[in-house]
């Protein structure tokens, strides 16, 4: 007759294999390497900035903190569509702003019956009808190095239609607005 096998209380007891504990340790260190180089990556070649007022709302709220990408502009040039940060005619006094691209170096703008055209066609957009012109009541043409930016809340956003800001130099762009971080109201994600 052979051995029967029933419950047993007692456990065996497990030894630690010391090649799984160096897998495990060395997999928990390149983690923290990688965090550490992302983290210095970012804050290096990046600065953050707050948002301040509601022109690039629902996107970016007054108050969130953005990430900023100062070197994305070294080799490319910013293009309809980015976000950037810039200070308004150089002016290190002032805090950054924040506004979107709609139309670069050698093309016409202007603002008529609130719609934006750029080279004489009306762009076709998300955004509310404008109930200021401002200096982009007549056509502006842009200089080689001049970008005409608007913020996503047009009807309250000091941006390239206020005769105190005008187009925006690139020399006075700061860089492109890519990461905001969240805080209680708003989520983080990429600007888009």
């Known amino acids: 007759m052979g051995r029967r096998k029933g ?3 007692y456990k065996k007891k497990k030894k630690l294999n010391a090649a799984l504990v160096r897998e495990i340790a060395s997999w928990i260190f390149g983690m ?3 965090v550490f180089i992302a983290f210095v990556t ?3 070649v990046g600065m953050s900035v707050s948002m301040v007022g509601v022109s690039m709302e629902p996107d970016i709220a007054n108050g969130q903190k953005v990430l900023i990408n100062r070197y994305a502009y070294l080799l490319v040039k910013p293009e309809v569509g980015d976000v950037v940060a810039f200070l308004p005619n150089g002016n290190q006094n002032s805090h950054y702003y924040i506004k979107r691209v709609v139309a670069g170096p050698g093309d016409t703008v202007q603002i008529k019956e609130g719609r934006l055209y750029v080279n004489e066609l009306q762009v076709t957009d998300v955004y ?3 109930a200021e012109a401002g200096i982009a009541e007549n056509p502006i043409v842009l200089g080689t190095d001049e970008y005409f ?3 996503d809340n047009r009807n309250n956003s000091e941006d ?3 005769a105190n800001i ?3 130099k690139a020399r006075d762009i700061v860089g492109e607005v890519w990461f905001r971080l969240g805080n ?3 989520s983080m994600g990429f600007v888009k």
């Open 7 to 9: 419950l047993s209380f």
């Open 32 to 34: 923290l390497v990688v």
């Open 42 to 44: 970012v804050y290096a």
């Open 128 to 130: 509310d009808k404008m």
């Open 149 to 151: 930016v608007l913020g």
């Open 160 to 162: 390239s239609r206020s």
């Open 166 to 168: 005008g187009p925006v």
């Open 184 to 186: 209680d109201e708003t």
